[in-house]
């Protein structure tokens, strides 16, 4: 933090760029001017200025990106305790924007040692595989990786379908009922980065998720890198 911060003067300050920004002025991804910029625009010094950045930076209403500037940030369209299981299609339709799908791949492979394991006890000597883009209202937002037994649905089925739960649950009649995740952030990656627009230094969250169904039978695994700055996600924690 900022040593010496007076709220005091810093608070017309912050609440003018942030009203710019709610007002929709400054619009989403956009840079803002400098602080020296800035400081001349609204009549108070550089230091001033620089309180407010930092304030408006925890707050997440800005982002800033070394070397380049002070971006606009975009709101998450979806935020939600990860506790909470949904399909991508359900939580982009939950935000209010209209889910898509482009596909990348659909195609069987071999389990690895990895897939083995978390398939067990079930034995499973091929996967279908799905790669998709999903997007939200055009956007592309989040990278699918999805596997699942190839006895439970064929390829041209599951390249048909928007969501997997609803396909598993309709033609396989295997309905989802919990899942394992890990969550991680992970840095721009050379491939997956450029399909969702992201900038140089955005960083993805990786959902690998293992899905089971009541009777703890396991049916889909899937690794979703979602935009961070399109998805937040939370955890819900009770005290023991």
């Known amino acids: 933090m900022l040593s010496g911060m007076n709220n005091g003067s810093t608070t017309p300050v912050l609440k003018q760029i942030k009203s710019l920004i709610e007002d929709g002025h400054y619009k989403e991804k956009e840079k803002l001017p400098t602080e020296y910029e800035l400081a001349q625009q609204f009549g108070v010094t550089k230091r001033e200025v620089q309180e407010a950045i930092y304030i408006l930076e925890q707050e997440r209403y800005i982002i800033r990106r070394p070397g380049v500037g002070i971006f606009v940030h975009v709101k998450p369209i979806f935020s939600s305790g990860i506790e909470q299981l ?20 659909v195609e069987l492979t071999t389990p690895t040692d990895e897939d083995k ?48 739960f609803q396909a598993l649950k309709s033609y396989a009649k295997k309905e989802i009922d919990y899942a394992v995740a890990y969550i991680e952030p992970i840095g721009y990656h050379e491939r997956i980065s450029p399909m969702l627009n992201c900038e140089p230094d955005q960083a993805l969250l990786l959902l690998r998720q293992m899905h089971y169904t009541k009777d703890n039978e396991p049916v889909l695994y899937s690794a979703n890198f979602f935009r961070s700055d399109v998805f937040s996600f939370y955890v819900l924690r009770k005290r023991m």
Request: glycine share 6%.
């Open 117 to 164: 394991k978390r398939f067990e006890p079930m034995e499973i000597d091929t996967f279908a595989q799905l790669e998709r883009i999903r997007t939200a209202d055009g956007d592309p937002v989040v990278y699918c990786i999805d596997r699942i037994d190839h006895r439970l649905m064929p390829l041209e089925l599951i390249h048909s379908q928007e969501s997997i």
């Open 86 to 105: 949904g399909s991508v299609t359900e939580m982009i339709r939950q935000s209010g924007k209209k889910p898509g799908v482009q596909y990348i791949s």
